[in-house]
């Protein structure tokens, strides 16, 4: 069965430190992936996606994931957290399959302190 | 501008009560979706449409049912809402080429 994994519900970052959160997934057929954030009171917004491209991919605020296939991983950073970078993180998985099935991640809450 | 809306945004409703949430979309998208997010358990699909006419169900159905009468679009509707429907809605739509999803601002529903 397919799944997502969000290592950590709740990470904490000092402004200016990296961040890293973590997604790990299962699937029986190549995937498409996708990192969402959601702010407070608002719907989610695309950070950034993998659709078997170039396995390093860089989103919107900073944002890069990289696929890692062997790790069946696609973990998100950014070199230095800003204030406004606190939000819900979510990793998605859509099947490359016929059908609309895309699996989140229970999420994961980044704090950002000053 | 490219958008879904979902309304209402809040309600607070009682058990057994019929309610219906909706959803449009203006970017002429096949495909459109209804998830539930819950503390701790990230967004479940309820039910999608990949086309007018057109319904599948999701991973958490129960309770609840839809319609694609028109493309743009698709309501969710409650029968007889219990407590345990109380949640965060969103409706979310995609074109064909299945990559990224356009969703909604949200729907926070409460079932007293």
């Known amino acids: 069965a397919q799944s997502v994994t969000q290592l950590g519900s709740h990470v904490s970052v000092s402004e200016g430190a990296l961040v890293l959160l973590r997604c790990n997934y299962s699937s029986s057929v190549p995937p498409y992936l996708f990192w969402y954030v959601q702010y407070p009171n608002q719907g989610l917004q695309l950070l950034l996606k993998y659709t078997s491209a170039a396995t390093l991919v860089k989103g919107i605020n900073g944002f890069e994931a990289e696929f890692k296939k062997s790790e069946t991983s696609f973990h998100l950073t950014k070199p230095s957290a800003h204030m406004s970078d606190a939000a819900e993180y979510f990793c998605a998985v859509t099947l490359n399959t016929g059908g609309f099935k895309t699996i989140f991640g229970a999420g994961t809450r980044l704090f950002v302190k000053a | 501008e490219a958008q879904v809306t979902q309304n209402p945004r809040y309600l607070i409703t009682v058990t057994g009560k019929k309610l219906t949430v909706t959803c449009s979309q203006n970017?002429?998208?096949?495909?459109m979706s209804w998830y539930r997010q819950d503390p701790g358990l990230g967004l479940r699909q309820i039910y999608y449409?990949?086309?007018?006419?057109?319904?599948d169900k999701g991973d958490v159905p129960e309770g609840y049912k839809v319609s694609r009468k028109e493309k743009r679009n698709f309501p969710l509707i409650l029968e007889s809402p219990s407590p345990n429907q109380t949640s965060l809605y969103f409706c979310?739509?995609?074109?064909?080429?299945?990559?990224?999803?356009?969703f909604g601002q949200g729907t926070r529903l409460t079932v007293v």
């Open positions: 449409s990949m086309n007018v006419e057109v319904t």
């Open positions: 970017m002429n998208h096949e495909y």
């Open positions: 979310a739509s995609r074109n064909r080429d299945r990559t990224e999803a356009f």
